[in-house]
């Protein structure tokens, strides 16, 4: 008996230094000494959650952050803007990710758990209406044009069903699956309401999958993200779209002030009141809005302006 | 004899080419498979093998191409691998053992045997979904690499099981008579003989098992497994993120730099693949010649 004690003993002890091992080798991979004083302070969780198409931005600062604050753990997962909601209001992460903003049946939820949340506006994103390069008849589409094409029992079979003395082709569509934010975005922009589509196009969650598939069918037209658009620049052509004021294509300066309409939205993060009330994460908020300007650009989304930057900062003082 | 020798050497012929036939058919089919499996390798290695280097092991993600790694990604699989292992081995062929050794075979072990062949077949997205109502929430261990390891440990089990009863049968009864024979006790027959005659057998189920377990990415994001991890899990109720999850989001990212790491990160994880099967393989070897 006592030898199988001695035994289990000897196990256990193997084990503990194991784990001490990896912890201690862990540990000193974390920390680097630079960083000022007052935020070196700073330890503990900070915990992102939430739209696959926010998380450029979010890994961005996750990845600067670390420079400032190298005790800080900042994790971002990707579980799409409704998933992140769902671990969100039910406490189980500080700031979700959402490039919508947020439900009222998300708003219920949030009053039935007793969370309250801080919507703060950090990008914006433009979706791209685009088309194969050797597409040479389309010069600009215009809002009702693409509601026509995408609404719900749309007759829109070739072209010309589309305008008179475009060619007598079959169109092909292409667009983000139904649960993906941009889908809500664009089906709510175009067709006056969220997740209002016209069935027959082909979906995939993967943009691009959808660039794939436009670059290889000249009949094709499709819409994504603009960062999708900005990476694919040549091998696809963006279509201007009007939305009243003239046809205007997607750029940096068209999305920033706001022309390109109504195809531009905002994206997000929600801060929670429990998040905000650690100071590692308010400190972390404050970073992502302070480097947002510069930040936001290198992972191919567009900065807002300078004022919204501000007023999102003043909320977030008073939260 | 001679009256049809004509007509037979005829017959002889047809079936003769109709087996050369068939033989180059099998050959056809293997060939092309690992033809598709071998232009696939190729294609990888081309566009991952330049990002390749000690860096890109060594580093956490980034959105710099240039300076994101997969150093978090690479130690989660690992954790996640070994905790795995450590609880889908030892339950996995203890469930065969029992099934095979010592349980009465009634209508309670065949209503078993019938639900882990069905359990077998369940997607790997409901394993996700009962790990994350049973361990992350109600067993409150949280999004972490624990839940994530008795998630697909539940997942394998099926497989660890079904091949190891298969091993346990193809040990001879003789063997388990001649040890019952002299004297010894159930438990001894099953654990010096059955158990060692069955091993290799039994690795090949959980070599094949983790082998899945390594590449399996929903029910891991199901259970809450984060895609952007700048530290390395210090125990086993860390939160982590795996390399297949790292892959999958740079894939979807929509510059090419990404596409090329996701490339390197596939290597990387076929590495890992490769040298797990390896141990697995030379372990396998080892106890069949100390069986001879």
Redesign the interface.
Known sequence: MSNYTSRLLFTATILMAG?IL??S???E??GSPTGSMAENVLSGVV?L?GS?TV??V???M??EF?NVAPDV???????GTGGGFK?FLAG?TDINDASRTIKDSEIAEAQANGISYLELPVAYDGLSVVVNPSNTWVDYLTVDELRMIWQPGSIVDSWDDIRAGWPEQPIRLYGPGTDSGTFDYFTEAVNGESGASRPDYTASE???VLVQGIIGDENSLGFF?F??Y???AGRVNVVPVDGGNGPIAPDEVTINDGTYSPLSRPIYIYLSASGAAKPQVRAFVEFYLDMAPS?VS???YIPLPESDYIAAKAALANF | MAFSSEREKLNLRKRHARARGFAFLCALVTWSSVLILGILLFQVCIDGFGWLDWEFINSFPSRFPDRAGIKSALVGTMWLISLVAAISIPVGVSTALYLEEFAAKGRLSKLIEVNIANLAGVPSIVYGILGLAVFVRYFALGRSLISGALTMSLLILPIIIIASREAIRTVPMSIRYAALSLGATRWQTTWAHVLPASFPGIMTGVILSLSRAIGETAPIIMIGALTFVAFLPAGPMDSFTVLSIQIYNWVARPQPEFHDLAAAGIIVLLAVLLLMNATAIYIRSKTERRLK
């Open positions: 784990t990896l912890a080798c862990s540990q991979n974390t915990s959650d696959s998380y450029p979010s890994e961005a996750a990845e670390r753990r900042v994790t971002v997962g990707v579980s671990k189980e993967d943009d691009n993200g960062a999708y900005k990476a694919n930040l290198e992972v191919g």
